[in-house]
């Protein structure tokens, strides 16, 4: 527990550095290529533009057995509303499919749907950061997840120098209500990232998923090491990840081991 408040209050203070900084920030010159910045802005999650995330991921060796396997589909937009001429409000929705499979049944899972808000100003400097409500919806039934609602904040903090994102985003969620049937509703959900973005438009990143279970008082952690180009094609840029992925810290429940990880990317407006 003394590592979760470490951690939040990391965060926190992070954003707040970050913050201060935004008054003085001012419009920074940059040597990148086209194709550069624009990999670069799709790695940071806080970046004032409409983006249109969809991942894949492989995972394995889930269940006391370690007999199930899952594919996950996620789509996860940001999209910036205007609050005026120095503020604005990022949505970012996350909508997740899962295909389980136990051979030979295959369950089709909807989690619940998710939404992390961020307060942010704007600005074009090397911080970007912010912090919002966060709402998670209850599961339609136990097995696609819990069944409470959930409630807390969202925040993020992110120091991009020329080709470099390196930051944190992550929700904290309190459960509401005493159905306990699909699991607890009460998590800390952490994603650290380091990409690093070439000036011919080829991508490099390191992250992770940290999830911390109040309730269970257990951690998971999955590690992703991928690459991929930027490219535009008919006026919009697109940029593809590919890559690997390994559990760091599970448990009986989640996957293990091995996995593998795909994301495509697009930028409505630069």
């Known amino acids: 527990m003394n590592r979760v408040k470490f951690l939040c209050g990391y965060i926190i203070l992070s954003i707040l550095l970050g913050i201060h900084g935004v008054g003085i920030a001012q419009e920074k010159s940059s040597k990148m290529s086209e194709e550069a910045r624009a990999g670069q802005r799709m790695q940071n999650k806080l970046y004032p533009q409409m983006q249109l995330p969809f991942s894949y991921n492989y995972n394995q060796k889930i269940g006391n057995d370690n007999a199930s396997q899952q594919s996950q589909f996620a789509l996860q937009p940001i999209i910036p509303v205007s609050l005026g001429s120095n503020l604005q409000l990022l949505l970012n929705p996350m909508l997740t499919f899962n295909r389980n499979i136990h051979y030979p049944q295959a369950v089709n899972q909807f989690q619940p749907v998710q939404l992390a808000t961020f307060f942010a100003p704007k600005f074009a400097g090397d911080w970007y950061a912010g912090i919002g409500p966060y709402y998670q919806a209850p599961a339609s039934s ?9 409630v807390g904040f969202s925040a993020g903090a992110f120091y991009t120098p020329d080709n470099w994102v390196v930051g944190v985003a992550m929700y904290n ?14 998590i800390l959900n952490a994603q650290p990232t380091v990409s690093y973005t070439t000036n011919d438009g080829w991508t490099f990143n390191l992250s992770s998923q940290i999830n911390y279970d109040y309730r269970a008082r257990n951690t998971t952690n999955q590690l992703t090491l991928s690459a991929g180009q930027t490219v535009k094609i008919l006026g919009m840029h697109w940029q593809y990840q590919i890559g690997p992925t390994y559990m760091v810290s599970a448990i009986p429940s989640s996957s293990k081991g091995w996995g593998a990880y795909l994301n495509l990317s697009t930028s409505i407006a630069d």
Request: charged share 10%; hydrophobic share 25%; aromatic share 4%.
């Open 142 to 150: 136990a097995v696609n997840g819990s069944r409470q609602t959930g």
């Open 173 to 186: 969620s309190w459960g509401v209500g005493s159905d306990l049937s699909g699991g607890s509703a009460s």
